[in-house]
């Protein structure tokens, strides 16, 4: 619309911030809302329009979470122990101006994005637009909460356990967690130890492409991810697994292993060879490798920080673990990584994706973990989502598809895992799906 001349960005903008002003004090899914730069960024992109002058992003609004520097602006990470603004955009957001983006908010996290529900003492509750009792997940909560109620057309996350796809699963959107390195996180390099990346949350797998090919460091396919959301994707062997991860407990609901089956089922529909096969997860891989850098990367962060007396006692607590993990114990652990991710991606060797349970249940009530500790917490939650953090470890590409409502009328998913550095198959894939079974279509009551 923007470059047939059908609407202008400034307008375009506009409407996305009425929107914001009418139903975001029902999600609080910005931390901040930057309408007067952004009305400044939409003119200016207007008048490159008016040049004729076409970029991938020229004029569209984008959100930011607020794990990610924006200049000028706090970056809080949901919490108050922050005070000075970033001096400078990060890589991830200059490439996203490069192509064009209109900036227009920041979006709410847990503190410290340690949770997959995003809540925090600093800045309240972040609320589900399928059901605003529930949480929409976490920690890119808020980037999932404002493209499903329409309040921005894509977003940026971040993904160090989950963080794109659980969000994404529970609002109905598709959400990629990039190959390690994919998509830069300078000024943060090795957040979490690796674990962490950035990556799109998007209403359609082409758009979730665009801003892949916007900000990719690696390189692409040939003609770019979008291309690839345009190609069929030929016959592929594809494995399905409802294995939880070892030594993780959880039990998977009916209606996700349903979606599991019912994938598969469309699957081999579409001409595709479908197994059931579980990956080979090393039964001590979650405590030895990932939760050792789960708890080191918390306590770095919080060393950073010039207020630590301000945040909360869970996040201090789960910070104190990871001090007790020395820089000799973390090299150990980052050095075991590639015996580790080699037997888990075993599997690649005769199948071209995985397909997993998105999230294993429902998302919580919002409110529900607010009186446990930090240890209690991670463990009762992380039995909702247990199908995500492996794929952080091993560092490779990983999306999450609707999978239409579950019997409340909250979204489901499905998870597709790609082999190391093949986003486009996932896209491609995703794509076929889509086309298959549509979901852009699907508002939530606040929308």
Known sequence: MLAAATITAPMLLEIYLE???????????????LAETARREALAAQKR???????????????????????GELTTCGSSATSTPAARDSEVVSRLRAAGAVIIGKTSVPELMIFPFTESLTYGATRNPWDTSLTPGGSSGGSGAAVAAGLAPLALGSDGGGSIRI??????????????DRVPLAPHDDAWCGLSVNGPMARSVTDAALFLDATTTL???????????????????????????????AKVGKEQRAAVDEAGALLCELGHDVVVRDPDYP??????????????????????LPHQDRLEKRTRNMARIGSLLSDQRMAAVRAGESAVAARIQSIFDDVDVVITPGNATGPSRVGAYQRRGGVA??????????????????????AAVPWGLDRGGVP???QLVGRPSDEATLVTLSAQIEAARPWAHRRPPVS
């Open 377 to 398: 917490t991670l463990m009762f939650v992380s039995q909702r989502v247990p199908f995500f953090e492996i794929w952080n470890l091993t560092g490779q590409p990983a």
């Open 219 to 249: 390189p692409a396919p040939e003609g770019g991810f979008v291309a690839a959301a345009a190609r069929e994707p030929g016959r592929l062997r594809i494995a399905l697994s409802t294995k939880v991860p070892p030594p993780l407990l």
């Open 49 to 71: 329009l008016d040049a004729g002058e076409r970029l991938p992003l020229l004029g569209v609004p984008v959100a930011i979470k607020d794990d990610v520097d924006v200049a």
């Open 19 to 33: 929107r914001i002003a009418r139903l975001d004090p029902q999600l609080r899914s910005f931390r901040v809302v």
């Open 167 to 180: 969000p994404s699963g529970w609002c109905g959107l598709f959400g990629i967690k990039p190959q390690r």
């Open 412 to 414: 489901l998913s499905i």
């Open 283 to 304: 039964p001590s891989a979650v405590y030895a490798n990932f939760l050792p850098r789960y708890f080191r990367g918390i306590y770095d962060d919080v060393r950073a």
